[in-house]
């Protein structure tokens, strides 16, 4: 009993509420990982051992999940702090800007870098809560300063807007090089 | 080579943006210098290292701005500041404790420069004595001493380490052409990009922890009047400035270690051999300079393993690595004789870029005090447009896009939970090379104890067995600290 006790006085710490939730979920992913290490990697006949594929996967699962499980046991002597759902909530929240991100890259090629830009700024500000004439035009300049920098001074790899060919002769050269 | 008006301006640009940058809490050199990573791709090496350099050394001189003005660190690593600096506001001194704090970061970053200037001949003789098993060892002490530097946070530090390590492996093996947990998906053949990832740690998560923290402006007090008064007061304190710089410069080129280790070790000497230890914590000068000399010493130190070795020490080194490959300037032990004026000219801009900073740092401190009002989520919204530059522009790739948005929530739910995020990057760097290097050392090697028959192997064994003893025994030490405590509990409950 003295020695369970001593075991848990050695990984108590600080958590932070969902401390728990992100130790069961890597450590059960490290777990998953390394179960499939046989159909996943290959051992190629006559390489030495510290030269086979399967070496340094096995290596770094087998210590992801052998430090895992001690940060899982860890976090479960710890004291608890409350509001682990709460906490897991607001991980869930980020990924709808997870999503706002991945729309932007999915409009670029279409509107332009300069048109997704800017709608992505205004509409951001707007979600963020902001709803002032200054929040609204500061985050237009924005999106015109990162775009000149970026695209028209140091020429970015980026794709011009499919809808830049609707434009006029003059105007589309300018949009297709610098926006 | 730093005569060319394109380098000056790259100069300019990093050493300037890295003290705004560095101002702004909730940003950072790591987010800045990941956003503009592949921007310097084409750029050329000297042009793209400067820029970088220039913000990697000039973060933490704008970062003591808000850590002493409103208690808020710009940079993690200014944390310390607040201690001392900010109490000194409060009593009215935030003039006295600004100066001071660019005057430490001064002494502190030249102090760095200067070691690894007068370290180079050195260098140039022990960098080649590293074959194989020496880089192998050296990579291998640097994951040790990255997840032992997390103190309370080793299994973490580990397991997170250990996950970087993983995600080198997955993709084609370069040698025997298998497929490592590819899962059929041909978009994992080519592996993960270390870029993509420092993208998703780094910035990503920073825009999505800004968005969904709630709203705030800060607004710091107002400063007026002459900043240089500082370097008088720095020179009546000129021992803990020197020995803390010293501090800095032997953590910063110990891999894995860092600043935060440095500025602990200074502010505990600075205190115990201060003649007013009680002010500590509540304003004292000599806290103040312990804080920021020793952390500004270590962007020069940091280099040392880097360019003799080849081997990033943290996570900005390890972006910085990437901008050395992609030019084909491989640093390690044939740097130093083929690309002797590129590593000069590497000095020379830092000692330029301290110059340009504390010059620009006594001109446009008061407009700096603006940039701090900038409110979260608005910071949120620039900080996720510029991201998106960074990482589309590397190969105008969605599925870079997915992966960079992946690890940008996974980036958010570590910082959330306070857990670190450098061991993920180290272990993908130091895991590639540590695979490489067991790789070409085994081919010469019988038995096990073959590996460290050379010196230089053998101490780096020997330095890797005493890492690992010192933790063991401050473990012990701090366990049987705590158990008459844990005795006395016990028998009052009577569970014995």
């Known amino acids: 009993m003295t020695y369970i006790w001593t075991l848990q006085a050695l990984f108590r710490r600080y958590r932070r509420p969902g401390d728990i939730v992100f130790a069961w979920i890597f450590f059960l992913s490290a777990l998953l990982l390394l179960s499939r290490i046989g159909s996943q990697t290959q051992v190629v006949d006559g390489n030495k051992l510290f030269a086979q594929p399967r070496f340094w996967p096995a290596i770094s699962l087998s210590g992801m999940a052998f430090f895992a499980g001690l940060h899982l046991f860890g976090s479960a002597v710890s004291e608890r702090i409350p509001g682990r759902w709460r906490e897991v909530t607001i991980w869930l929240q980020s990924i709808e800007y997870a999503f706002w991100f991945l729309a932007y890259a999915i409009a670029v090629p279409w509107l332009g870098y300069l048109p997704s830009t800017l709608l992505l700024a205004l509409l951001l500000v707007l979600r963020s809560g902001y709803r002032s004439g200054l929040a609204l035009s500061g985050a237009g300049l924005v999106a015109l300063v990162v775009v000149v920098i970026f695209k028209s001074f140091l020429h970015v790899k980026l794709p011009s807007g499919a809808v830049y060919?609707?434009?006029?002769?003059?105007?589309?050269?300018?949009m297709l090089t610098y926006f | 080579m730093l005569m060319r008006w394109d380098v000056l301006l790259a100069l300019l640009v990093g050493s300037v943006g890295g003290v705004v940058i560095g101002a702004i809490p909730g940003v950072g050199p790591a987010v800045a210098i990941a956003i503009l990573l592949p921007a310097t791709f084409s750029l050329q090496p000297i042009v793209g290292l400067t820029m970088l350099l220039g913000i990697y050394g000039s973060s933490m001189y704008g970062g003591a701005l808000p850590a002493v003005l409103i208690n808020t660190?710009?940079?993690?690593?200014?944390?310390?500041?607040?201690?001392?600096?900010?109490?000194?506001?409060?009593?009215?001194?935030?003039?006295?404790a600004v100066s001071l704090a660019y005057a430490a970061s001064f002494w502190g970053g030249m102090f760095g420069i200067l070691c690894l200037i007068f370290l180079s001949p050195v260098l140039a003789i022990v960098a080649p004595m590293f074959g194989s098993r020496e880089i192998f060892l050296a990579a291998l002490l640097g994951i040790i001493l990255v997840i032992l530097a997390h103190r309370g946070q080793v299994m973490a530090a580990?397991?997170?380490?250990?996950?970087?390590?993983?995600?080198?492996?997955?993709?084609?093996?370069?040698?025997?052409?298998?497929?490592?947990?590819t899962f059929g998906a041909t978009w994992l053949s080519s592996g993960i990009n270390l870029i993509v990832v420092v993208l998703g740690l780094f910035a990503l998560s920073q825009a999505f922890l800004l968005l969904v923290d709630k709203d705030d402006s800060p607004h710091p007090q107002s400063l007026d009047g002459d900043l240089t008064m500082g370097f008088k007061e720095l020179f009546r304190h000129k021992r803990v400035a020197t020995v803390s710089s010293g501090f800095g410069v032997l953590m910063g080129m110990i891999p894995g270690v860092g600043e935060f280790t440095a500025q602990f070790l200074s502010y505990t000497y600075a205190q115990k051999t201060s003649k007013n230890p009680e002010l500590f914590g509540k304003g004292s000068p000599e806290g103040l300079i312990a804080s920021e000399a020793s952390n500004n010493a270590v962007p020069a130190a940091a280099m040392i393993p880097l360019l003799a070795l080849g081997i990033p020490g943290e996570a900005l080194t390890a972006m910085m690595l990437s901008v050395f490959y992609v030019h084909n300037v491989i640093p390690g032990p044939q740097l130093f004789q083929q690309h002797l004026d590129f590593i000069y000219a590497l000095y020379l801009s830092l000692i330029l870029l301290n110059l340009i900073v504390i010059v620009f740092l006594m001109v446009a401190t008061k407009p700096l005090t603006y940039i701090i009002r900038v409110p979260t989520r608005f910071l949120g919204m620039i900080v996720l447009v510029l991201s998106f530059v960074g990482v589309y522009s590397l190969r105008n790739s969605i599925t870079d896009c997915m992966v960079?948005?992946?690890?940008?929530?996974?980036?958010?739910?570590?910082?959330?939970?306070?857990?670190?995020?450098?061991p993920i990057i180290l272990g993908m760097v130091l895991g590639g090379i540590m695979e490489v290097k067991l790789r070409s050392a085994m081919a010469r090697v019988k038995t096990p104890l073959d590996m460290i028959d050379r010196p230089i192997a053998f101490l780096i064994f020997l330095s890797i067995l005493f890492v690992i003893g010192l933790h063991v025994r401050t473990l012990v030490r701090e366990h049987r600290a705590r158990l008459p405590e844990l005795d006395h509990d016990m028998h009052d409950t009577q569970q014995r």
Request: aromatic share 10%.
């Open chain 2, 73 to 96: 660190p710009g940079t993690a690593v200014n944390a310390l500041t607040t201690y001392d600096g900010y109490p000194m506001t409060r009593r009215g001194e935030a003039r006295r």
């Open chain 2, 158 to 181: 580990g397991m997170l380490a250990m996950f970087g390590i993983f995600l080198q492996t997955v993709g084609l093996d370069p040698v025997t052409y298998t497929q490592r947990y």
């Open chain 2, 404 to 422: 960079a948005a992946a690890f940008g929530v996974l980036g958010l739910v570590l910082k959330r939970l306070n857990l670190p995020i450098v």
């Open chain 1, 165 to 174: 060919e609707l434009l006029p002769d003059g105007l589309r050269q300018i």
